[in-house]
């Protein structure tokens, strides 16, 4: 499956849930599918999406935090995984889209080809983990674990193709942080 489809799959999913997403293809895809102020798109800081859904669902335990994440994001900052898992928010759902490659840098390979990354999630504390491999299996799972309290952690294997020709999110930084900042 494309990661845009499972992108799509999840966001049909979610009505006032805040979103934030891994930078690189997976914002760009996300804006292009539904932008809204729900949606706070990373601009760089590769690895860091988790950690700042993991703040904010911290900071604000009566709202859902969904993240958008990718494999090699979740590589780079591996450490948060054990602090989502020891603070256990219950609003916390992580969603990470495995093409196991670092897209956004030229199709490198990660490790998940070997390394399964609910496992590493399970191990960490995850309340409950998912793996899906096709969008109606993601549709089932995004319904039914939203529905539970987390953390939750969802793989979602992809495929490495997209649309080469997608257009970048639009919003300026501080745009999308005042109007994500508005709604929460």
Sequence with gaps: MKR?????????VLSD?????????????????????????????????A???????????????VVFDGDGNVLMNMGTLAQIGTL???NFYHFVF?????????????????IE????????????????????ELRVIAEECLKIK???????????EYDKKIERVSHAPEEIKKRFMAVI
Excluded at 4 to 12: N, P
Excluded at 117 to 136: C, D, F, H, Q
């Design 4 to 12: 845009a489809e499972a992108i799509k799959t999840v966001l049909t």
């Design 17 to 49: 849930e805040l979103v934030v997403h891994a930078n690189g293809l997976i914002c760009r895809e996300s804006f292009v599918i539904n932008d809204r102020p729900q949606n706070f798109y990373m601009i760089g800081s590769m690895g860091l999406a």
């Design 51 to 65: 950690s700042i859904g993991l703040g904010i669902a911290v900071s604000k335990p009566e709202r859902k935090i």
């Design 88 to 90: 256990c928010p219950e």
């Design 98 to 114: 495995d093409n196991e490659v670092y897209g956004s840098t030229g199709n490198q390979p990660t490790l998940t080809n070997v």
């Design 117 to 136: 990354l609910e496992k590493v999630a399970r191990a960490s504390g995850y309340i409950k983990t998912y793996r899906a491999i096709n969008s109606g």
């Design 150 to 160: 987390g953390p939750v952690f969802i793989l979602v294997k992809v495929n490495t």
